[in-house]
């Protein structure tokens, strides 16, 4: 069975992010870029699958700039066997990805599709349930445990209040929760083996994809500071504040 | 972030060390420190990873790059803690080293794959009670009787001693060639005649076990002398450079974590009605802190460099050396400042860091050694 991985290149999640002076994003300049951790869960599972000798064959996937080659090599690294850049240097919107990634999707033909449940950066949510959507499959979201048997794939998903285990055919979409697994480091070894597995470039032309977008950013702004607090003198004056200036009680 | 000098393996290397050691050794440091020993699953996971054998190249089971990625990882893994980054440093360059350099086909094979990967731990035992920067005033004699080598004598400051399964053993074998007349022997530490004394109470890296070492008509088989009857001076100081570069590096990574909490305090540590990274005394240290980390990496980076390229790098990595282990002590100290009395606490880790930096100027070539070393190559200077 061919798993494949769709990841991104965010930053890095120890990087306190600051917001552009002209408020258009995110300053990027001299920041660590990191795969994202659901991503690395996603790799991780797969690599298990395959481990497991469900899986026989891991393709990596990104949409971004050259330089994403890196959390590719990290992937790679940490198990996939080859790699695809979808390179694309502009910002896109998750439709624009999911379209891209049904079309890698069309050409690889995985049983299974397995990927972060949202990417830290923008924490949209969107590309696996769209990336189903567009390829008419189904899909396990914020998996939390996957068992493949078959044809089939059962998932546990994390929802308020509990968990729900879905019954998927294959091929599917799963997205990853944080409890799913705990990723592995990339042993020294693997990051050498990393450099001779093979990683493909595409363009988005190529794929026959337009990435076109339909969503405009118009402002980014970090959120606005706490204010300091205050101390109440009695219980009397804090339980008055509750009830009146705060409304809690 | 400034490592566009960096390949992307070594990128990758660094940022493995780096998440390993914030996540497996940093929250654990302290407990080790207590117990005075570090925790035998996370140096299974050390070895499991390749960081165990950094200067072993792949054919023999380990996992060599070049200086500059081994350099990265033991910053990395010394900023988690400094004890482990010993441990690391010390089983990388005189553990596994000399049998690189000088085993027969058949010792590399006996020991190299389990050394790489970590399943063996090396430990070497050359410094005497008497004989510490004078290496090659040796007592401990081996004797070649029978077709079996007979070691007697005493060692000091062996690193991993208590945790290693072999033992590399410098003895006198012909006193009367004086510095031609010292060998070296592979002793494997279940040996009986391997002693471990006592494990020494240090003022830092309180994890790492240095011991003493009795050897006690330790008889081993003859074909377990290392490299040539006599060349035993060479092999001792065969891996300056490396095991120096080892060393800065360990250094520069606990100034950084140092470094990285003295920063982090003086954000959030509110006096005068603002944060004291505010108050220019404070602002003033970190910053001469932060420069002379950078300064620390750049000299340690340029002699792993060298060392990679094959290039003659003796001076190099002693200034490199000397600069890291010297900046350390004068970082961490900072940091403790920056802290004031809760960095005198063993509730903050600043004054583990500045325990753990002192080491650095005494091991592997004390300040006075590399300063000696240093002067003694300007004699090749041009003018």
Sequence with gaps: ?249 | MHDLELSEEQRMIRDMARDFARREIAPKAQSWEKAGWIDDTLVTQMGELGLLGMVVPEEWGGSYIDYVAYALAVEEISAGDGATGALMSIHNSVGCGPILRYGSQKQKERWLPSLASGQAIGCFCLTEPHAGSEAHNLRTRAELKDGHWVLNGAKQFVSNGRRAQLSIVFAVTDPELGKKGLSAFLVPTDNPGFVVDRSEHKMGIKASDTCAVTLNDCVIPEANLLGERGKGLAIALSNLEGGRIGIAAQALGIARAAFEAALGYARERIQFGKPIIEHQSVANMLADMHTQLNATRLLVLHAARLKSAGLPCLSEASQAKLFASEMAERVCSHAVQIHGGYGYLEDYPVEKYYRDARITQIYEGSSEIQRLLIARELAHYDL
């Design chain 1, 1 to 249: 069975m061919k798993v494949l991985v769709p990841i991104k290149r965010v930053v890095d999640y120890n990087v306190k992010v600051r917001v552009k002076a002209d408020n258009s994003g995110v300053d990027l300049a001299n920041v660590k870029m990191s795969m994202n951790p659901f991503c690395e869960i996603a790799v991780e599972e797969a690599v298990r699958l395959k481990e497991k000798g469900v899986a026989t064959e891991i393709v990596a996937v990104t949409v971004g700039p050259a330089a994403a080659q890196e959390q590719l090599r990290t992937a790679l690294a940490l198990g996939a066997d080859r790699a695809i850049l979808v390179e694309a240097n502009e910002e896109l919107n998750s439709l624009a990805v999911a379209k891209l990634l049904k079309a890698v999707v069309y050409k690889e033909q995985p049983q299974l599709v397995i990927l972060g449940k949202q990417a830290i950066d923008s924490d949209n949510n969107q590309t696996g349930q769209m990336l189903a959507a567009l390829c008419g499959y189904a899909q396990g979201t914020f998996a939390s445990k996957v068992e493949v048997s078959g044809d089939k794939v059962r998932v546990a998903r994390e929802i308020d209040g509990g968990s729900q285990t879905v019954e998927l055919s294959l091929p599917a979409i799963v997205t990853t929760d944080l409890r799913l697994n705990e990723p592995r480091y990339a042993s020294l070894p693997n990051i050498m083996k990393a450099k001779k597995k093979p990683l493909e470039t595409v363009t988005p032309d190529a794929l026959g994809v337009s990435t076109a977008s339909t969503v405009k950013t118009l402002k980014v702004e970090a959120p606005a500071a706490r204010s300091a607090g205050i101390k109440v003198k009695s219980v009397a004056e804090l339980v008055e504040k509750l009830k009146n200036e705060a409304k809690v009680i």
